[in-house]
């Protein structure tokens, strides 16, 4: 049984870490969040300690070194710009950690978290559950067999709905989340490097606040794309439950079809990493340059790979 602590036990991803911990049969012992509604840990880790100052939890770690007790595993929940530091400490203490996308913001972090690894010799692992999931492993390998030469047309579209308290949470800030791109869509830019190859072309159509598109050509697609959070884009036939959204896939017309799914990739993610096939560092490297890019890029004119939702902002 591994021993785990948690960062960011309040937040909406918290509870997926805290069922994979369980269901792998390893133990949380404490958590941390500046929020104090996490009464969800009674569902898992009743018994776990849980700490709303950074420092009374570095203490408790601190303690648990001088007692002999191993620390495991550092999960990492925390808003985006807090992953490098809260990564960063938890590799000087020695411990492995696990830690939610985007692994970082920028490109020269990962360089920063490699120099990390080798002084200290704990290990970053990344949760790219897309990866795992079946309908993106069967077109992987669709696209693995097709003869040599074939670019494959795709067009991705995810709208999700966001009230107005989003702007005014650290995810509204570009300088905290990465914006839009990063926010709600770095998780597709990897599963499209780990389908289609190295990318070749990024270019930026539009860029406001809520929402973004553009092309991405990489070695084996031509990929048009529009990600937003502004509801006043949705179609007619979007999902309204919790928060109303439009998720679509097509690869040369066909729907990818991975709506379900998705309700145990965070405890296979953990299971592969507790048995040493976690993803690293440089397998985060493609995505976080991509959103990098179409957060700085500015932005051209659309040509023939335009995304046919740009007109509802163009």
Not at 2 to 25: N, S, W
Not at 35 to 60: C, L, R
Not at 80 to 105: Q, S
Request: some cysteine.
């Amino acid at each position: 049984m591994k021993k785990f602590v948690l960062i960011g036990a309040a937040g909406y991803i918290a509870p997926r870490h805290f069922r994979a911990i369980k269901d792998t049969g390893n133990d949380l012992v404490a958590a941390m969040d500046v929020n104090d509604s996490v009464g969800i840990m009674d569902s898992h880790f009743p018994n776990a300690e849980f700490f709303t100052e950074f420092e009374e939890f570095e203490g408790f770690v601190e303690d648990q070194k001088l007692k002999g007790e191993t620390i495991d595993y550092v999960a990492i929940c925390s808003p985006n710009y807090l992953h490098l530091p809260h990564m960063k400490y938890a590799l000087k203490n020695g411990i492995d950690v696990i830690c939610e996308k985007p692994l970082v913001l920028n490109v020269e972090d990962l360089d920063t978290l490699k120099l990390y690894e080798e002084k200290y010799g704990a290990k970053v692992n990344s949760i790219l559950q897309l990866r795992l999931h079946p309908s993106i492993l069967a077109l992987k390998e669709k696209v693995a067999n097709a003869p040599a030469g074939k670019i494959f047309d795709v067009e991705l579209t995810y709208l999700t709905s966001r009230g107005k308290w989003y702007m005014k949470s650290w995810k509204g800030f570009d300088h905290k989340s990465g914006g839009v791109a990063t926010n709600i869509g770095v998780h597709f830019y990897d599963m499209l490097h780990f389908i289609f190859g190295d990318i070749v072309k990024n270019e930026v159509h539009y860029r406001d606040e809520k929402t973004t598109a553009g092309y991405l050509e990489y070695e084996r697609a031509r990929v048009r794309w529009f990600l937003s959070i502004d509801a006043n884009h949705l179609p007619e036939n979007a999902v309204h439950g919790e928060k109303s959204t439009f998720r679509n896939i097509t690869i040369e017309g066909e729907e990818l079809e991975f709506s379900g799914g998705f309700t145990d990739l965070h405890t296979q993610s953990y299971q592969r990493v507790l048995e040493g096939k976690g993803y690293g560092v440089e397998d985060n490297r493609a995505a976080i340059e991509t959103v990098a890019v179409i957060r700085n890029k500015p932005t051209s004119v659309p040509g023939k790979y335009a995304h046919p939702y740009l007109s509802k902002v163009l």
